[in-house]
């Protein structure tokens, strides 16, 4: 069984910076065969894709490029997002997500505030 739990969340002022993981059971993630990344939903908001590593090409939404960077640690089957100037707009639940042989696999989210 398959399962995805971020960690890192919380609350941060305008301009800091959080670290989110997604630690990985019941798959290995491999960057060559899979996609691996993050998306976030912020109320009344569809999700939408933040940062996603397709094979071996990085993408990142417009809204964050320059700010957050997505990376894998393939020892300890986890991926990251490191999130720097925050901005309030970047408030969202964030989610992990994996997709490979044609399947989704999605994390229970993990939620960030940017508020002073």
């Known amino acids: 069984q398959v399962q995805l739990v971020e960690s890192g969340g919380g609350l941060v002022q305008p301009g800091g910076s959080l670290r989110l993981s997604c630690a990985a059971s019941?798959?290995?993630?491999?960057?060559?065969?899979?996609?691996l990344g993050w998306y976030r939903q912020a109320p009344g908001n569809e999700r939408e894709l933040v940062a996603l590593?397709?094979?071996?090409?990085?993408n990142y939404a417009d809204a964050v490029k320059g700010r957050f960077t997505i990376s894998r640690d393939g020892a300890r089957n986890t991926i990251y997002l490191q999130m720097n100037s925050l901005k309030p707009e970047d408030t969202a639940v964030y989610y992990c997500?994996?997709?490979?042989?044609?399947?989704?696999?999605w994390g229970q989210g993990t939620q960030v505030t940017v508020s002073s």
């Open positions: 997500y994996v997709n490979t042989v044609g399947k989704n696999y």
């Open positions: 590593i397709a094979r071996v090409r990085t």
């Open positions: 019941g798959i290995i993630f491999s960057s060559r065969s899979m996609d």
